[in-house]
């Protein structure tokens, strides 16, 4: 049993009999339990004991320690380094028997430690306890070792909270993103990418890109952090050549496609993080959508969505793509009703995704072209699941995401959090402002 009343990596409040932090995951069950070294007491001269409880028993003098020697009368070592608890200050030393600046020792006579501890070792030497790289990371449980590059303490061993537990990035008024891990899932399967650039006429474009790793395959996490990255950079390297949105929106897909698909070929070490996962290919879902010259671009594969919330709350709201589900396929059919193809337990099977193991690669895209400003949200089925239809999710958005995307991200993510959080939830918020030239069809 640990004795924490927060966790080390987020100090989240924490139960006695909690093995793992319920926010962020930390392994509290390797932490070091109490104690069970009973205080140790210092034997000094005679006189020391006047007034003092008896621990010899009535009537029996406490025999007198020399200060160069230990509890039982033996030579201490030079170069012994002694403290009195892991917290405690290094002794002062006496004018008969000074004590080197880095081999001090404390009063209680305790035993010698095999090592100094590191809290206070560091500082004995005349040195901070922290990595001599100011770019390298502390560990969060002992607050002394360097982070390698698997994540672990160099010199506790504790493994440190995963950084895409939580991912925040906003572009001042352009576009926001939010990424959450949720409260039930054990690591985030999601990504996200926001960015802009310019076009050849020197407008601004803003591009957003959120991918949803599939649960069921082989490193979900990988695959849409690789799709994420394939996609936007695509799109940021199409759009200033002067490429249609919506044509660099079908590259970027692609590319995004074959970024999953490299990852099949990797060898098998590439599982050690997650042995008890079946092997099969990498898999994700992505959607996203650009802004550009006037023009709302949207691009899918799999079941991400991208919905449009007016300004003007009075005008009605959309959902601008279609799932790749069997919901969908049921409802598009005809053979079941919206209503009953979303709650039967198939519902959310998808239909289509990025990998090695889909079928042909159907890269849906669509353009649309507003009379007025809104807000664009993309979003993964962690948010949608509790905002499905349109006017939901233009309830759950403030009304003033267009000025404040980030904050709109965040309160988001905090509805499906609020909701029950049982999947990653990632959303990316996109204001969209009509060029002053003039508003084209609705």
């Known amino acids: 049993m640990h004795q924490l009343s927060a966790c080390p ?33 210092a034997i000094g001269s005679p006189g020391q004991w006047q007034g003092a409880s008896e621990p010899y028993g009535a009537g029996v003098q406490a025999p007198a320690q020399r200060p160069d020697t230990d509890a039982g009368g033996r030579p201490l070592p030079a170069t012994a380094v002694r403290y009195d608890g892991p917290d405690a200050a290094p ?11 880095a081999n001090t020792f404390a009063a209680s006579g305790d035993f010698e430690l095999a090592a100094p501890d590191p809290r206070t070792a560091a500082a004995v030497q005349g040195h901070a306890a922290v990595p001599q790289d ?8 002992c607050r002394a070792g360097r982070v390698d590059t698997d994540g672990y303490c160099e010199h506790c061993g504790h493994a440190q909270p995963r950084e895409r537990d939580h991912m925040e990035q906003g572009l001042g008024d352009s576009v926001a993103a939010v990424s959450d891990r949720g409260l039930r899932h054990h690591r985030n399967e999601d990504a996200f990418m926001v960015s802009s650039t310019a076009l050849t006429d020197g407008s601004p474009a803003v591009v957003a890109v959120v991918c949803d790793g599939v649960s069921s395959a082989t490193r979900p996490d990988d695959a849409s952090a690789a799709a994420a990255g394939a996609a936007g950079a695509s799109l940021l390297e199409a759009l200033p050549r002067g490429v249609h949105p919506q044509q660099a929106m079908h590259e970027a897909i692609v590319a995004a496609a074959e970024a999953v ?7 098998s070490g590439a599982m050690e993080h997650d042995p008890h996962r079946h092997q099969n290919a990498p898999a994700c879902t992505l959607v996203g959508a650009v802004a550009a010259a006037g023009l709302l671009v949207v691009g899918w594969v799999g ?24 919901a969908a396929q049921m409802v598009a059919t005809g053979l079941m009703s919206e209503a009953e193809a979303y709650a039967d337990e198939r519902a959310h099977a998808i239909t289509g995704w990025l990998g090695a193991d889909a079928y042909e690669l159907e890269p849906h895209t669509a353009a649309f072209k507003p009379d007025r400003p809104g807000v664009v949200v993309v979003c993964t089925d962690g948010l949608w699941n509790y905002a499905e239809a ?45 060029p002053d030239a003039g508003a084209g069809s609705a």
């Open 9 to 41: 990596g987020c100090e989240e409040p924490l139960e006695s009999s909690d093995l793992f932090c319920g926010a962020c995951g930390y392994d509290l069950s390797a932490l070091p339990g109490p104690s069970q070294d009973r205080p140790t007491l």
């Open 91 to 101: 002794a002062e030393a006496s004018a008969a028997h000074p004590v080197p600046a």
């Open 134 to 141: 100011p770019g390298a990371k502390v560990c969060v449980a």
């Open 261 to 267: 698909n490299s990852l099949a070929a990797e060898p």
């Open 303 to 326: 079941d991400s969505r991208v919905y449009w919330v007016p300004d003007d709350r009075s005008t009605p709201p959309a959902r601008l793509t279609e799932d790749d589900s069997w």
């Open 390 to 434: 349109a006017e939901d999710m233009a309830l759950a958005l403030p009304g003033d995401a267009a000025g404040r995307p980030l904050a709109a991200a965040q309160t988001l993510v905090g509805h499906a959090l609020d909701g029950g959080g049982h999947d990653n939830v990632t959303v990316a918020v996109m204001p969209f402002t009509v």
